[in-house]
């Protein structure tokens, strides 16, 4: 944990802010040094063909350097982080990754390093104070007091010149803010490693310097500063420690300082021209833009000129104590992310007026399209439809919502869980009260206007039945949402959505006033859709439990459906009952919830059949892009 007054910033002399870091009062630095041998990755590539990304790479990365991965596009660069960072699951890995000397052990790396991805992506709607505050709680231990946390925030947030800008949403944020933020969100546990995917991309020449600047002055603490990079400036490649270049068909071309890089090229031949950004050049060699035979070249000179000396084993007690941090519980972790999904929710009051205004008008257009039938005996066909429509309603505004913001909240759940701030179970019951006490005030206020504007039966008992049917109904649909984009993106969660509720919508009203009985497999069909148990108990509820003879109008002739009952038998529902589709209606909720817990789980940490599946897909898109 980083101490008070310990990171200072300081002006050098060309205006750029030269940073120096201290630890005063902390432990020592936990050395971690990470070797890789002979690391080979493949993927499947046509029907029985395999892609090979990386070949056999060796490579050692040591605590106190600040390292460069470098290489052209498709070289491999983010797979090799993703690999060392333990975040690449899917494909076939081969080769040996020590930590000390010592064979990785992943679940204690993981607890001692962090991944900076790529893409910034950040908590919505809290300010950095927030944000750095709830990172804080979730992820140093809770002996650690509320003073000691917040003199950690300030203390980062000073060195990182966030200071400034602590009351201010991240959507407000500059590239370069968001990315110092992304930083200072991984520093409130101080991890030895830090990986971090392209941290340069999207900032301009003065951003990208000060980012790799700050980075530096980590590693000088004795931390393991890893970057993936795509052609930095001369000024950014000359700030790095060692560098590691890979080939355009993955394979080592170049391991050792920035300052031996160009005697290194010029030693096998090939001179980088004068005043020529030494980056650019190796990377168009390595990617063959000068022919094929200096990659090999360099392939041959790099295990001769920079072998890969093992690093002895070690038994690092830094790096043990480290690795064992203790973990906030499950029940502080479910109360601190449920107050910062609450938090945002009240936040964002855009979002929320619009919700709500939305189903008081649509309230009011469905109850002025059927306007007191409720206790109409002419009308009652007409109030049946009016079921419908409530059902239907229910189904696609809770829906469409979450299938356009889940899959992005999806990725930053990933990034998240992956530097193991918290578990995915306090998490996934934080979202789900919050969804469902936002959802009840919503679909509450649409039921009000409804039932009253249709002059539905004001009795206690039809008036909770009708409820609760309809509430139960929208929180199934929340629930087919999140099940669906926890798997999918936003553009085929919004395909794959509606074209799912469609076929539920149309078997959940069939075999209603049929004189034959349904075949067998019909009747399976009609009661897999949760509408039909939607539709049975809002007429049980509203036509039940011995309801009295309805009033007809002077001037209908014909009242055939007065007698609640006879409508029942004529409907061919006499024989539900209201608590058997409650219960059916409680038990496809909890198997949706549990359903999206586990696809949420895979997505985040896959098992070998959802890998396999993976692999399948890759597989079949590889196919089609040979075809075509």
Known sequence: MLTKSGLKAKQSNNGMDDISLSLLNSKKMASINIEFNDLTYTIPYGRKDKKAILKGINGQFKSGHL?????????GKSTLLNILAGYKTIGNVTGQI???????????????????MQEDLLQPWLTIQETMQFAADLKLDKNIS?????????????VLRLHHARHTSPEHLSGGEKKRLSIALELINNPPVIFLDEPTTGLDQTSAAQCIELLKSLARLGRTVICSLHTPSANIFSKFDHVYVLSGNGQCVYRSTTRNLVPFMRQIGIECPQHYNPADFVSEVSAGDYGSEWINRMVNAVSTEFPVIPISRQTSFEFQVNATISKVSWFEQFVILSKRRFLQLRRNKDYMYLKICLHIF????????????????????????????????????????????FPTEVKLIKREYFNMWYDLSPY????????????????????SIVYVITDQPLEFFRCAMFYSICLICSFIAESMALAIASILNIVNG???????????????????????TLPLYRQLIMYLSYIRYGLEGLISALYGYNRGKLYCPTTEMLCVFGTP???????????VAFWVDFTALIVIFVFLQVLT?????????????????FLIKIIIKNHFNIVN
């Open 428 to 447: 996934y019951c934080a979202l789900i009260v919050n969804n469902i006490l936002a959802q009840m005030l919503v679909s509450s206020i649409y039921l």
């Open 494 to 516: 919004i395909f794959v959505g509606p074209a799912i509720s469609v076929p539920l919508m149309l078997v959940a009203v069939q075999g209603i006033g049929e004189t034959k």
């Open 98 to 116: 020590n930590i000390n000397g010592q064979k990785r052990d992943m679940e204690h790396f993981r607890k001692a390093s962090c991944y900076i």
């Open 146 to 158: 509320q003073k000691m946390k917040l003199n950690t925030i300030e203390e980062i947030l000073n």
């Open 565 to 575: 009952r006879q409508l029942l038998q004529i409907m061919r529902i006499d024989h």
């Open 67 to 75: 390292t460069a991965i470098l290489g052209p596009s498709g070289a």
């Open 362 to 405: 649509v309230g009011f257009i469905i109850g002025g399209l059927f306007v007191n039938i409720g206790n109409d005996g002419s009308k009652t066909i007409y109030n049946i439809g009016f079921c419908l429509t409530c059902l239907i309603f229910l189904l696609y505004v809770p829906m469409l919502p979450i299938l356009m913001h």
């Open 597 to 613: 817990y586990y696809l949420l789980r895979q997505r985040l940490k896959p098992n070998k059949m959802f890998q396999t599946l």
